[in-house]
């Protein structure tokens, strides 16, 4: 029998991959099926509620740079010893890397989203 420990959000599709920032095991980042990463703290109480999608918490968009609607993330890695530093790699031939201090990020408050660098 399974658990569910806590429900944070209900996304419209699937989610692929979840990563916590090295300095904080309260602070993670999911990167999913619709084109989007998002940062949800732990400790914040509007991320206490199951809620549909928030556009507060995204931090990268990709739906909004391509021509179709949505991108499938579905790798995400955070720098071991500089968790401000991301890479995102999709169902497109990039690789993408952020740094989410760039966009204040951290707060995931009403920042906007950051513009990942492909390399």
């Known amino acids: 029998q399974r658990h569910v420990v806590h429900c ?6 699937r989610v692929h991959k979840v990563a916590f920032l090295p300095q904080s095991p309260n ?4 990167a999913g099926s ?4 998002r940062l949800f703290d732990l400790r914040r109480d509007s991320n206490r ?10 931090v990268i968009d990709l739906r909004a740079h391509l021509k179709r ?9 955070i720098h071991p010893l500089h968790g401000h530093l991301l890479t995102v790699g999709g169902g497109d031939e990039f690789l993408r890397v952020a740094d989410l201090r760039r ?3 951290q707060s995931g408050a009403g920042s906007m989203p950051l513009t990942a660098t492909c390399v």
């Open 8 to 13: 944070i959000v209900r996304y419209e599709q």
């Open 27 to 30: 602070v993670f980042l999911t």
């Open 34 to 37: 619709d084109g989007t990463v």
């Open 49 to 58: 509620h199951v809620k549909r999608s928030d556009p507060s918490n995204i």
């Open 69 to 77: 609607n949505s991108i499938d993330l579905n790798a995400l890695s």
């Open 103 to 105: 966009a204040g990020a």
